[in-house]
């Protein structure tokens, strides 16, 4: 029973739900339904599966219910964020209890998070960090105390097996600081900088009268910033450090560390510095598409173009940095940092610097997808070379995912039976279409055909090629409009081209009797160039084409050409059985739909078929091919009609074509043009020199054409 949030999303949209094994079944929102034409479903992990048997996509009915995709999918925890940390550091209480952790980013930049006992949470929590280490300084109480300016640098004095430490927050020492260094030898090791002579003079000051006694340790030749790890690094020993050592006295004017010297100057409040703090916190799940004018979020899966602004969400992190750092500045900076993170957190502010985030972590269409021998699939990543799943991983650049597991060992009886009933008569074609269809799975185009599925009606056509697009998905099949493959009155939009983007498996269907093949489009998209398109509203791309076209029709489309470049792509199918009345199995879908794991398996099965021995069609396909090109032959068809083919007659071409073409007008048929025709005859008939004229032997009309 359907019981997680995806399906309590939905179904408030939903008419007429009613159960129907175990899923559902309800009157499709995204066209005028009659009958319960939409089937539901849900696998294992929540995620729940949409199929309208009428044609609609998943997209458009979960459109019309005012939802998402991804809402299709139940709701992960997002995992901590890792990358971009340039170090960790983990602080104890005085018992040796875990207490907190502080990131430090590349940037410099810095969160807290406090351990509650079971998981770490963000921000530091009600109970506050003692310093750094206080284990150690605690339980040797009559060692000397070496106290830095960061938490790298009592690491690398501890790993000379002194009692380091230092404070949660540089130059802040607390009253609560004070019992550890009460009565005890106290080195305080200044970076060198203004902000590292600040914190030794507040150390110090605050150390007066506490401890037994304090000394200072400074490095005047090392370059800005420099610091004890930077001294030992370059060879300097313990006892160079305390030979440096010298009593500490407080300065005569204490000057207060500014914002600008310890981050870099104001020049930080800046449009270019925000962008560069959004990527340091979402970078690594973050990606800009410039052809698309999209951004795209990882969501564990795939790069997930995002159509719900989620950008300007997670665009409020950098308010929230701003206001976080203010506890450690001066306050003539915090007050210029408020109001900077106040038109950070604007949508003006927001848009200005997201700009630049972008140019940060661009891609471009060549990027993403660029392996077409993976697919995705909602539990891994599966590497079609060897039929093997793998984890996720952002590295693969995938913007397309489907909606079906892949487990090879799920079965697939009512599919293989669905098969053995429609090919009863051509037991030969079902292995090429699991070859034909495992090649589908592979985003190559190398075996260059269209292969055309043809029968009457209610013949299992439809209901196979459903099939196939449900379990691949909307992200990896489409079905077509007809007139993308059969001439129309309407002139086509280049966003038709731009939906094959990305596709692995196109259906065509059409139903019209008479429609004429466009043969020139059908060799550009099945002969492997690069596609030109582009999506409403926005700039051409290219692209290498990733798809393989079914034709699907009651009726074989008209073919005027005769070249090999286009008999040499099509396949035709043929799906000769039928299945009305008591044959046919209205709840077949559903029953395919249930077995989505194992078609995919028998397709994987198929792809790799395919990749030891091609598609290798069978002799049904062979034969089927055959006889629709010598029906679809117009001038062969004249001949046979109307000619004699004999050795000792000629007739000139003008005769010919002149009577051809009364010929065609009696009989409806598309008329070649003169070129055509004379390059047909020339390959079939041997022309004679005539000075009257272009003239072949072995040709002569039974009739003369009419004056």
Known sequence: MITQAPFQKIKPHLQNLEQSGDGWTARCPAHEDNRNSLSLSEKEDGTLLLKCHAGCSTEAVVHECGLTMRELFPKQERPVRQSYVKRSHVYRNRTGEVTHRKDIFLSGGASWY??????????????????????????????????????????????????ATSLPSTGTFKREYKPFFEGRKVFICEDHDKAGRNHGEKCGKALQGVAKSVEVIRFPELPEKGDVTDFIEAGGTVEQLRQRAQPWEQAQEPELPTFADSQGGPDHFTDCRNAEVFIQQHGENLRYCFPWKSWLIWNGQRWEPDRTSQILRRAKSVYEFWMEQIADMHPDDAKDAIKHAQKSASTRGMEQFLKQAAAMVPVTTDDLNRDPWLFNCPNGTLDLRTGELRPHNRAD?????????????????????????TFADHGDVIPFLQRLFGAALVGIVRDHILPVFWGSGANGKSTLLNAIMAILGGDYALQAVPEMLCDSDQDRHPTERADLYGKRFVAAVETEAGRRLKESFVKALTGGDRIRARHLYQDFFEFDPSHLIVLCSNHKPKVIGDDYGIWRRLRLVPFTATFKGSDADPQLPEKLQAEAEGVLAWMVRGCLDWQAQGLNEPETVLQATSEYKNESDVIGGFIDACCYTNDRMQVSFSQFYTAFEEWCNE???????????????????????????????GLGLKELPRE
Do not use: M
Not at 138 to 156: H, I, N, R, Y
Not at 669 to 677: F, I, K, V
Not at 682 to 697: C, D, H, M
């Open 397 to 421: 650049l995938l913007t397309v995912i489907c909606p079906t597991a892949y487990n090879p060992d799920a079965p697939s009886f009512t599919w293989d039976g669905f098969l053995e009933s």
């Open 667 to 697: 009989s409806g048929e598309n008329l070649p043009s003169r070129t055509r025709t004379g390059r047909t005859l020339n390959e079939r008939f041997e022309q004679v020199p005539n000075v009257r004229g272009r003239w072949y032997r």
């Open 114 to 163: 406090h351990h509650t006992g079971e998981q770490w949470e963000k921000k530091q929590g009600n109970r506050k960090p003692e310093i750094y280490r206080a284990d150690e300084v605690a339980s040797q109480p009559d060692a000397e105390v070496w106290l830095c300016e960061g938490e790298k640098d009592a690491d690398t004095l501890s790993g000379l097996g002194l009692v």
